[in-house]
């Protein structure tokens, strides 16, 4: 079946610093989305991208919907405690289900 | 709030045992998801109904079932627990049929001893 892989599966951040994560694919998507996850709740939908090459911002963070369909990127800037968690990506076919990704987890430099 | 909710949160049972899961989805959405969410095995999908119809199946087992109800509830039925079962179940909710934009519950955490 369809496979996400994300990258990276974890990283450290520190107060203020720029955070990017990816995903890619082995098939083509019609829509990426991305959620985040915070310890004992369910994900929460932060971007919804539709359109191949475009760009879309909630705030802080800008998603984009690769060219080719078959990766997707997230972008945080100057990330804050609260941004910890885990972010997913999922792609969706215009079938019914999503297709997770693994999770990139955000943690806080000690 | 995401405005999906589930119940319960947690749940312990042994294993042979049957259980029961409920969500109700947000106001207006007629399609209900299920998902499991699991260490090894990260979020699956499982199922969807679509205004109290199945529309689409997933990774999920035989001894697993789910419904719709008339008010849109949804029930996840789980039977002949095994230990491997243990994991997070959320429900979605999405107002279309082919809903890409799913908009997830709290979960309820199962725990088969």
């Known amino acids: 079946g369809q496979q996400l892989n994300q990258s990276p599966q974890s990283m450290f951040i520190q107060e203020g610093e720029d955070v990017s994560m990816n995903c890619t694919s082995s098939?083509?998507?019609?829509?990426w989305l991305w959620y985040k996850q915070d310890p004992g709740e369910g994900p929460v939908l932060l971007i919804a991208?539709?359109?191949?090459?475009e760009l879309t911002s909630n705030g802080r963070l800008t998603a984009q919907f690769g060219i080719t369909r078959k990766d997707s990127f997230l972008n945080i800037s100057a990330s804050i405690p609260s941004d910890v968690g885990i972010y997913f990506c999922a792609g969706n076919n215009a079938g019914n289900m999503l297709t997770f990704g693994g999770g990139t987890r955000l943690m806080v430099k000690p | 709030d995401s405005g999906v909710t589930q119940t319960p949160k947690h749940l312990i049972t042994a294993t042979g045992q049957r259980v029961t899961l409920r969500c109700s989805p947000r106001s207006g959405d007629l399609s209900v998801y299920w998902y499991q969410q699991s260490l090894d095995q990260g979020l699956q999908f499982l199922i969807q109904?679509?205004?109290?119809?199945?529309?689409a199946k997933g990774n999920i087992l035989e001894r697993f079932s789910a419904q719709q109800f008339p008010d849109l509830h949804s029930e996840l039925n789980l039977s002949s627990l095994e230990l491997g079962d243990s994991a997070l179940y959320f429900c979605?909710?999405?107002?279309?049929?082919?809903?890409?934009?799913?908009?997830f519950g709290p979960g309820t955490r199962l725990t088969v001893t």
């Open positions: 098939s083509i998507f019609n829509t």
């Open positions: 979605a909710s999405s107002v279309q049929v082919s809903g890409a934009e799913q908009y």
């Open positions: 991208l539709y359109k191949a090459g």
């Open positions: 109904y679509y205004n109290g119809e199945e529309r």
